[in-house]
Each structure stands twice: as structure tokens, then as C-alpha cells.
């Protein structure tokens, strides 16, 4: 309680900040716009951009963003031009050394995106969802920009694309019971957890929520909150319930069951753990409310979990981040399309960390 001059009030309740994964959407500014530059330059027939026309790609007021970027990063962006002919720009020799090297690292990232997009539509009521909907948590994927005329044909075992209803959407062909095992299950099986519980029986609660259990989630609090002894006591009962696979039709369930509820934050965990820096825009998750039967009141949802989701308006979007695969501001684990991308950026000379740069997955 918070006492006033007139009289005492429940205190207001504060959703607390964690500056470090405000600082991981900060520091993807720059690289982001650098490596936007690079795809538009390596899309031009000459490898090479006339200044006069980076308004037409970018728009008038980044243009000015982009024009620093190339000023402020010669290691990366060459300008070239005089004697009557137009500035152009281009990536250096080091560059484009570099940029070869993405070739490779989309043929390691083909089977990843396959599967994960298997998973995807998994998750979904009738395993299809509407194709703008995935072309709308494409960038957030890793999936190449031409994937519905390079990838899905070439899958016509796994995917499909059918109108319905007027729309066009992607279907599942085949249902693989192999892979509706979600990231936390494999997480468990792979630190030996499962395991560990089977020996040593009967495993108690820590202080901060955490519980090595079949069914619990791993959660991080803020430095500031403070759980009393009832709220552990609520936290304990959650994570030792047992709750259906996020693999299973959601149609069996009532949305007022507790583990129904609590399967819900399992379809949120798996649906961001899809993603290659394991976040989405709030509006991303929004466009799953119907094909995945999200919480009519997500955002109460998110919050009310914040030992596992974090939400962050850093940027010009309000974003959901996993918090456990975030180590401070850094990615944990990344997949080949971010290490490249990484090894790109590190040519303007800036330290790995000034970028959150982490560990290959």
C-alpha cells in the first residue's frame, strides 16, 4: 500500500524495464541499415548505386541515414564517380568477400527454415496459414524474400499453397510426429534435466521461481521485482502443472482450463523460439490469433508472464522477446544467416558486443 494525503490506495502497479534487452533492439539499428544498404546494392545489375536514385529505394527521409552510413563506414561502402560521371556507390573488396560468403550460409540455413516452417504450421488449428501471414514474419524467420517461388516448390512433400475462402494459404502436406517436440522440451533433453529429476526425485523451488520440472518454464525476473512468499507458493503450483503439447489441436481445449491457459504460453514460448533472434513485433503475434486460438487479451497474457516474455517499445514497434535466449543484450545461441551477417557488420571495426553479437547455434 502507498499512503497520500488522502488516505492509503493500492499501489500502481509499474511493468519494470530491463535495460538490457532495451539496449538488444538499439543495438540492431545500425547493422540492420547496413546490411539493407548491402542487399540493395548487390540487387543492381552493376553491383553498384547512383546516389541520385538511393531516394527511390529508401525514401527521402532515410535516405540522409543511409548517406551517413556510407560516409561513416568505408571499410563496407565505396563511393566512386567525378570527370561527368555520377557518385555511385558500392561495397568494397573486403565487402564483398565478405557478402559472398551469405550464399553458404542460406544453403545451411534451407533445412532449418524448412523445418522450422513445418513447426509453424504444426502449431496452427488446421495446418495452414494465411500466406500473408507468413510473408509477414518473414524477415522475423530468416526465410528468403522469394521464398513462395524458391522454397515451397521445391517442398511439394511438405507444403502446399490452396486458396480457401478467397484467400490463398500455405498447408502442411504431412504431419511428422518427429518434430511436434517444442524448444523447451528439447532444451530439457539436451541439459540432461529429464534426467536429473528421474534420479533424484522430489526437486524444490529456488527463490527466483525457477523449478527443474517436466513442465516448467525457465524464468528471469527483473533485478528490481521482489516475489514475496505467497507469489512462489502461486509460481511453484504453475510450474509443476501439467499442460497439453502446444502440438495438439487447440479446438480439444476450453480456453478457461488452467493448463489450457498455461498451454497457451507454451504455443507463445514455441512460437518466438521459431524466430532467428527469438522475438516479434507485437503486431506479428497478433496476426496468429485466429489460426493459433491466441488469448483474446494477449498483451494481459505477456505481461502477466514477464519471468518469461519481455516486452519492449525500443524502436518503431513494440517488440516480444523470449527472455532465456537472451544472455544481457546478447542473442545466446544464433543460426548461420546470423553469423554471417555478424561477421558482415564486424567490418565497420566496431567490438562484438557492441552489436550483441553471440554464439553460433
Request: hydrophobic share 40%; charged share 30%; aromatic share 10%.
Amino acid at each position: 500500500m502507498q499512503k497520500t494525503g488522502g488516505g492509503s490506495r493500492p499501489k500502481k502497479k509499474i511493468y519494470s524495464r530491463v535495460n538490457e534487452l532495451d539496449r538488444a533492439i538499439d543495438l540492431q539499428k545500425k547493422p540492420s541499415l547496413i546490411l539493407r544498404l548491402k542487399s540493395i546494392i548487390q540487387a543492381q545489375k552493376t553491383q553498384s548505386l547512383l546516389l541520385r536514385d538511393l531516394e527511390k529505394e529508401v525514401g527521402f527521409v532515410q535516405k540522409w541515414n543511409f548517406m551517413a552510413a556510407i560516409e561513416k563506414y568505408p571499410t563496407i561502402f565505396h563511393v566512386e564517380g567525378g570527370n561527368g560521371m555520377p557518385p555511385a556507390v558500392m561495397l568494397t573488396k573486403k565487402a564483398e568477400k565478405i557478402a559472398a560468403e551469405e550464399v553458404n550460409a542460406r544453403e545451411l540455413m534451407e533445412p532449418i527454415l524448412v523445418k522450422n516452417l513445418r513447426k509453424l504450421l504444426m502449431l496452427s488449428i488446421d495446418c495452414r496459414l494465411p500466406l500473408e501471414t507468413v510473408e509477414f514474419i518473414q524477415s522475423a524467420m530468416g526465410l528468403p524474400f522469394d521464398f513462395k517461388k524458391c522454397m515451397i516448390p521445391k517442398y511439394p512433400e511438405y507444403f502446399s499453397v490452396k486458396d480457401f475462402n478467397g484467400r490463398a494459404y500455405l498447408w502442411l502436406e504431412n504431419w511428422d510426429s518427429s518434430l511436434a517436440v517444442t524448444s523447451r522440451e528439447e532444451r530439457l533433453a539436451r541439459e540432461g534435466i529429464l534426467d536429473s529429476i528421474e534420479r533424484s526425485g522430489k526437486v524444490r523451488i529456488s527463490k527466483d521461481g525457477n523449478f527443474l520440472g517436466r513442465f516448467a518454464f525457465q524464468l528471469s525476473f527483473p533485478a528490481g521485482f521482489r516475489p514475496n512468499k505467497s507469489y512462489l507458493e502461486e509460481v511453484q503450483k504453475w510450474q509443476k502443472m501439467e499442460f497439453p503439447s502446444p502440438y495438439l489441436n487447440a479446438r480439444r481445449f476450453e480456453s478457461a482450463d488452467p493448463k489450457a491457459r498455461k498451454r497457451m504460453v507454451a504455443v507463445l514460448h514455441e512460437l518466438l523460439s521459431l524466430t532467428m533472434e527469438k522475438r516479434m513485433t507485437s503486431a506479428q503475434l497478433e496476426a496468429f490469433h485466429s489460426e493459433y486460438r491466441l488469448p483474446a487479451r494477449l498483451l494481459l497474457c505477456l505481461i502477466k508472464h514477464h519471468g518469461i516474455f519481455y516486452i519492449t517499445n525500443k524502436g518503431a514497434k513494440s517488440t516480444v522477446l523470449l527472455k532465456e535466449a537472451y544472455n544481457g543484450s546478447i542473442l545466446i545461441d544464433k543460426c548461420p544467416l546470423l553469423v554471417f551477417q555478424d561477421k558482415f557488420v564486424a567490418l565497420t571495426g566496431r567490438r562484438d558486443t557492441d552489436y550483441g553479437i553471440g554464439m553460433p547455434s
